[in-house]
C-alpha cells in the first residue's frame, strides 16, 4: 500500500526566508505523481505543485520548488522568499494510475502547519 | 464555473440523525473520492468511485453509505449520526489516468458537527 508521510508537523519562519518542507512516501509503481497541496484558514485545498515520476527535472512554479529524489522517494518543497500569504497546512499526496496494485488512489501525508512571521 | 462544488458547506445536527452531503463535478473526470479531516487536519480517504462504480471502501463504519447515481455525482448519506462524526467532508475528483493533466480537484468541505 501507498503511503506518504510528512515528518515535520509545524513550522515557522520569518517573512522573505525560504523554507523547506519534507515528503518520505513508499510504493512499489514505476510511473506516478506527487503534489503539494496547500490548505489556508478558508479550508479551501489548493494546489501548488506537481511532479511526475518519469521527469527528473525537479517541478518549479514561481517562488514554489520541489527537490524530488526518487530513489529515496523523498519530494520537499521549498518555498522562497516566503509571505504572509504562505501561512497555511501544506500536504503532500502522491496518486498511483489504475492497473494491478489496484485503483487509483489519491492519499495524502499528515500535513505540516506552516506559520510565515512578520 | 465551480469545478467540485459540495453542499452544504455547514451542517449541525443532533446525534442519531440521518444527514446527506451532495458532491457535483462539472469535469468529465472518471473517478471521485470522499475524504474526511478529522480535528488533527488529517486527511483520510473514505471512498473512491470510478464511473459509478464503488473502487474503495477504507473501512468506513455501515452508517456511512455513498450513492454515485452518474460520473458527475457522489453523494454521502451518514445514518446514526454519533459526536465522532463531526469533522470536515471534502469531496474530490480526479481523471482515471496518470499524465501531465493530472490532479485532483477538491470541494470547499463541508464542516459537519454533531451536538
Known amino acids: 500500500a501507498q503511503t506518504v508521510t510528512q515528518s515535520q508537523p509545524e513550522m515557522s519562519v520569518q517573512e522573505a526566508e525560504t523554507v523547506t518542507l519534507s515528503c518520505t512516501y513508499d510504493?512499489?509503481?514505476?510511473?506516478?505523481?506527487l503534489f503539494w497541496y496547500k490548505q489556508p484558514p478558508s479550508r479551501q485545498m489548493i494546489l501548488v505543485i506537481r511532479?511526475?515520476?518519469?521527469?527528473?527535472q525537479n517541478a518549479t512554479e514561481n517562488r514554489f520548488s520541489v527537490n524530488f529524489q526518487k530513489a529515496a522517494k523523498s519530494f520537499s518543497l521549498k518555498i522562497s522568499d516566503s509571505q504572509l500569504g504562505d501561512t497555511a497546512m501544506y500536504f503532500c499526496?502522491?496518486?498511483?494510475?489504475?492497473?494491478?496494485?489496484?485503483?487509483?488512489?489519491?492519499?495524502f501525508g499528515q500535513g505540516t502547519r506552516l506559520t510565515i512571521n512578520p | 464555473d465551480t469545478a467540485v462544488s459540495q453542499t452544504p458547506k455547514y451542517l449541525v445536527t443532533q446525534m442519531g440523525n440521518d444527514k446527506s452531503i451532495k458532491c457535483e463535478q462539472n469535469?468529465?473526470?472518471?473517478?471521485m473520492y470522499w475524504y474526511k479531516q478529522d480535528s488533527k487536519k488529517f486527511l483520510k480517504i473514505m471512498f473512491s468511485?470510478?464511473?459509478?462504480?464503488?473502487?474503495i471502501n477504507e473501512t468506513v463504519p455501515n452508517r456511512f453509505s455513498p450513492k454515485s447515481p452518474d460520473k458527475a455525482h457522489l453523494n454521502l448519506h451518514i445514518n446514526s449520526l454519533e459526536l465522532g462524526d463531526s469533522a470536515v467532508y471534502f469531496c474530490?475528483?480526479?481523471?482515471?489516468?496518470?499524465?501531465?493533466?493530472?490532479?485532483?480537484?477538491f470541494g470547499q468541505g463541508t464542516r459537519l458537527t454533531v451536538v
Open positions: 499526496a502522491f496518486i498511483n494510475p489504475p492497473g494491478i496494485q489496484g485503483a487509483q488512489k489519491l492519499v
Open positions: 510504493t512499489s509503481e514505476s510511473n506516478y505523481y
Open positions: 474530490a475528483s480526479s481523471q482515471d489516468r496518470v499524465d501531465e493533466d493530472t490532479e485532483a480537484f
Open positions: 511532479q511526475e515520476a518519469y521527469k527528473q
Open positions: 468511485y470510478n464511473n459509478k462504480e464503488l473502487i
Open positions: 469535469l468529465g473526470h472518471d473517478t
